[in-house]
């Protein structure tokens, strides 16, 4: 063992230092935490069990709880159990809670009772950032990933599935009967015993019939056609990867652009982003406490009507548009190939004819505006156009508010590339902190706090 770095023998007699103080450096970041609670008003952020009852066993004040929260998250230890664990055992944490070491229920049920409370400490965190002007004014970035929830796919469910469900255990249930209906007729002839072992089959499959009927009448109460058993608030996510199936939560982002710091965050289940935008980039604008705001998305956001309500609302959105035209992929004209001339109201096509108003409909609760030509009909180049006998371009009435986006943005192009190298990181962060792992509270509330602790931290 010469010539390698020595340990000192464990028989050794050592003098460690009297008090906890001397262990924790000046620099170490549970300083951070302590003077961080100490600052808060926890009445006024809604904790509850602020002033302690007068019967009854003492309880642990929420300022130690919540110190102990934020540790856990900042150190990758999220579980109660854990956390009570290292209460006994961890240095800094025996500093920071004053060698309390609450169990794990007490700790687990902090958590659950008082979400709202700690999604009010992580805006104050934003606040602690704003005042030390930590946001700039430049454009925040938009985003949202999709995180596990505690329910496994196999507990989710929608029509189509509980249908194919059903087919299958038919299928066995018919196979069972049939096997049944045959040792009926043979009689004597059949095995000891196996009567009572195809009854027995068939039992538990009489049951699933009547859960998959349950499942079946929880799907037609609710309003967007999935049902999950385990966690009720989490969906099936759309994600880049076809029937990758995962089902959880969708959090969005607002990340400022120069620090890329997250200025504001939400859980939700919506299982895309399309709707997401005016809402996320309001919270941003609060949280920056800023009158002008720029805001950068990609093109899940694109979305007219979330448009215009940035616009209108006095922010300044910019999302590219999505290439998932029909016409694309089949190697036609799509819509971008006509240009719109707004002093005659009216689209150029690529052979040169106008195509005029004609119509108004109604869409999704948008008015649109229909355009055509009569010249289809005669058109050398119909067939790189349209398969019907004239082309009709739709136009939402408040188009002109994407068109002014889009023209700038095509203006400055470099944007685009600002968002990705930005709010993607973020997220890329938290996930690595978080490990492969899902959310371990259910339901969107909990989620919610369980999020706002990771961001927090
Ligand atoms: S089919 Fe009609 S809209 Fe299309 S290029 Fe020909 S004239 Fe223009």
Redesign the pocket.
């Known amino acids: 063992m010469k010539r390698f770095v020595q340990g000192v023998d464990r028989s050794q007699v050592t003098l460690f230092p009297e008090s906890l103080e001397d262990y924790i450096a000046e620099e170490n970041p549970v300083r951070v935490i302590e003077a961080f609670v100490a600052a808060l008003d926890l009445r006024e952020l809604g904790f509850k069990g602020i002033d302690p009852c007068a019967t009854g066993r003492p309880a642990y004040h929420p300022a130690v709880l919540l110190k102990l929260y934020i540790y856990g998250y900042l150190n990758r230890i999220q579980s109660s159990r854990r956390l009570e664990r290292e209460c006994q055992r961890n240095v800094e944490l025996m500093w920071l809670t004053e060698r309390l070491s609450p169990d794990f229920k007490t700790v687990a049920d902090f958590r659950k009772d008082n979400g709202k409370a700690i999604v009010q400490v992580c805006r104050k965190f934003v606040g602690v950032c704003r005042r030390l002007e930590l946001f700039s004014q430049a454009p925040v970035a938009i985003d949202g990933s999709k995180f596990k929830a505690v329910n496994s796919g196999g507990r989710n469910f929608m029509s189509q599935r509980v249908k194919q469900r059903r087919e299958r255990v038919e299928r066995h249930i018919a196979h069972y009967l049939r096997e049944l209906e045959a040792a009926d007729q043979a009689g004597v002839s059949m095995p000891e015993g196996k009567t009572t072992q195809l009854k027995e089959k068939l039992a538990p499959l009489a049951q699933e019939m009547q859960r998959l009927k349950d499942i079946d009448e929880a799907l037609a109460h609710s309003p967007d056609g999935q049902v999950s058993l385990t966690d009720p608030d989490a969906r099936v996510m759309a994600t880049a990867r076809k029937n990758s199936g995962l089902v959880g939560y969708n959090v969005q982002s607002a990340v400022d652009t120069k620090h890329h710091l997250i200025v504001a965050h939400e859980v939700t289940n919506a299982v895309t982003d399309r709707n997401q935008l005016a809402s996320m980039a309001t919270q941003a604008r609060t949280e920056m406490d800023c009158e002008n705001l720029t805001v950068l998305a990609d093109r899940g956001y694109f979305n007219g009507v979330e448009i215009r309500a940035c616009k209108e609302a006095g922010i300044h959105p910019l999302v590219p548009k999505p290439r998932t035209s029909n016409n694309r992929v089949r190697a036609r ?1 799509t819509k971008d190939d ?1 240009r719109y001339e707004p002093e005659k109201n009216q ?1 150029r ?5 106008a ?1 005029t108003y004609r119509y108004q409909t109604i869409e999704n609760g948008r008015k649109i505006h229909v355009y ?2 009569s ?8 067939a ?3 398969s019907t006998e ?2 009709r ?1 739709r136009r939402w009435e408040h188009e002109a508010v994407v068109d002014t986006m889009l023209a700038e943005m095509e203006r400055d192009p470099g944007k685009m590339r600002l968002r990705g190298q930005t709010v993607e990181h973020p997220f890329g962060t938290l996930k690595f902190w978080m490990g492969a792992t899902y959310f371990l509270t259910h339901t969107q509330e909990r989620v919610r706090t369980e999020m706002s602790l990771n961001i927090l931290a």
């Open positions: 004209f006509f689209y096509c690529p052979a040169g004819e195509l055509f030509s010249a289809c009909k005669r058109c050398a180049i119909r790189k156009c349209t004239l082309r371009i």
